[in-house]
């Protein structure tokens, strides 16, 4: 029986050198000479570091630029809220989204029976499996899902014939 399976992937390969690109931006720009900004990436987390709001603000920017640049979606960070760090310096500690959350998924599996497709969708932990008898009812779903609204990039693997 055809399947596939719904997932929010991130590449931390090309995570990693996004943010590789930003530090090595941040030490060769004018406007940081100086400047005690600075990014550092962590296993699931991205922490910002700068002297002021504007300098922080600018290093994300810098990283939501570099991240399209490497076919990243940048809906997959979550922005924490800044905070005072040591030396009259601003912190910000950005979050890595990975897998589906159940609400995003419970929302995906509503979606797939609210339209009637000829398929049967599970959760299974943090994606969700979509089985049909056709092929091309599992194309139509995945057209159904792209169309879904959600806080994370969806992507499809795992296509079973």
Known sequence: MPSFDVVSETDMQEMTNAVNQVIKEITTRFDFKGSKASIELGDDSITVVGDDINKMNTVTELLRAKLVRRN???K???????????????????????????????????HIK????????????????????????????????????SDRPLSFTNFRD
């Not at 009259?88 to 995003?104: A, N």
């Not at 008898?133 to 779903?141: G, I, V, Y």
Request: with cysteine; glycine share 8%; hydrophobic share 30%.
């Open 114 to 149: 609210d339209e009637k497709m000829k398929v049967q969708a599970s959760i299974q932990g943090d994606q969700v499996r979509v089985t049909g008898k056709k092929r091309d009812d599992l194309q139509a779903t995945m057209a159904l899902v792209k169309g879904i609204d």
């Open 72 to 74: 990243l979606d940048p």
């Open 76 to 110: 997959c960070l979550e922005y924490g809220d800044p905070q005072d760090a040591s030396g009259s310096t601003k912190r910000q500690v950005i979050t890595i989204k990975q897998g589906v959350s159940t609400e995003l998924a419970k929302k995906i599996v509503k």
